[in-house]
C-alpha cells in the first residue's frame, strides 16, 4: 500500500474550516484514501473515504487532485470536539489491512 | 453508520492471569476483524487479521500464543491475552470490515489493560 505524508499538528481556530493535506505520491489506481481521526482515549472514527472524485458526506469533504498525489480534508465548521489525531491512510479495499501512520494532530482552538 | 461494540473498556488484571476482550459488530457481518495496540503518544500498531472461521494471521513480531484471537461467527470476535505481564498494559482496539463495504473499517471504543 502506498505510503503518506500528513503535517505533524496543525492548529484552527473554532468556526473556521479545518484543511488537512496528505500527500500520497505512490498512490496506484487501484487505491482508496481514506481519513480517519481519533480523539483521546477512543477508539479511531472513520470520516470519509475516495478513490478520485471530490466526496462530501455530513462530517467532512475530501478533495482529491487531479493526479491524485495528494488530497485535503475539509471540516467547514471546526468545533472544539474536533481536536483529535487526523489520519489519511491510502489502500486497496477488499481484505486489505487498515495500516496507521503518525497522523496530524489538529487543535481547535476557541 | 456501522457500530462496533468492543468490552470491556478497561480491565486491571494480576501478572499471569488472563484476560479476553470482546468485539462484536452490531449491525452489520463483519467478514474481517483487525486489532491493534496502541501505547501512549504512539500510533495504532495492528496485530493481527482475523476472517470469520479461519485462523487469524498475526503481524511480525506479535506472539500468536500470547496473543489468542477467535473470529467464530460473523459478529464476534475476541482476543486473549494469556499469561499477562506489565508490558502488555497497552490500549487494545479491534475494528470490523463488512463484506459490502469499500474497504472503510468501523472501530471499537478501545479497551485499556492494565497489568499489575
Known amino acids: 500500500d502506498a505510503k503518506t505524508t500528513q503535517p505533524t499538528s496543525m492548529d484552527c481556530a473554532e468556526g473556521r474550516a479545518a484543511n488537512l493535506p496528505c500527500n500520497h505520491s505512490t498512490i496506484s489506481g487501484n487505491e482508496y484514501v481514506y481519513w480517519y481521526r481519533q480523539i483521546h482515549s477512543q477508539g479511531p472514527q472513520y470520516i470519509i473515504h475516495?478513490?478520485?472524485n471530490n466526496e462530501t458526506n455530513e462530517m467532512a469533504s475530501l478533495i482529491i487532485t487531479e493526479d491524485r498525489k495528494s488530497s485535503t480534508l475539509i471540516l467547514p465548521h471546526a468545533t472544539l470536539r474536533d481536536t483529535a489525531v487526523y489520519y489519511c491512510i491510502v489502500s486497496r479495499t477488499g481484505g486489505f489491512k487498515t495500516i496507521f501512520g503518525a497522523g496530524t494532530r489538529l487543535f481547535v482552538k476557541a | 453508520g456501522a457500530v462496533v461494540s468492543q468490552h470491556p473498556s478497561w480491565v486491571i488484571c494480576k501478572s499471569g492471569t488472563s484476560v479476553k476482550i470482546e468485539c462484536r459488530s452490531l449491525d452489520f457481518q463483519a467478514t474481517t476483524m483487525f486489532w491493534y495496540r496502541q501505547f501512549p503518544k504512539q500510533s495504532l500498531m495492528l496485530m493481527a487479521t482475523?476472517?470469520?472461521?479461519?485462523?487469524?494471521?498475526?503481524e511480525q513480531g506479535v506472539e500468536k500464543d500470547k496473543f489468542l484471537i477467535n473470529h467464530a461467527s460473523l459478529t464476534l470476535s475476541t482476543l486473549t491475552v494469556t499469561s499477562a505481564h506489565p508490558e502488555d498494559s497497552s490500549f487494545y482496539i479491534c475494528s470490523a470490515r463488512g463484506s459490502q463495504s469499500t474497504g472503510e473499517a468501523f472501530f471499537g471504543q478501545g479497551t485499556r489493560l492494565t497489568v499489575v
Open positions: 475516495g478513490l478520485k
Open positions: 482475523s476472517n470469520e472461521g479461519s485462523k487469524a494471521t498475526y
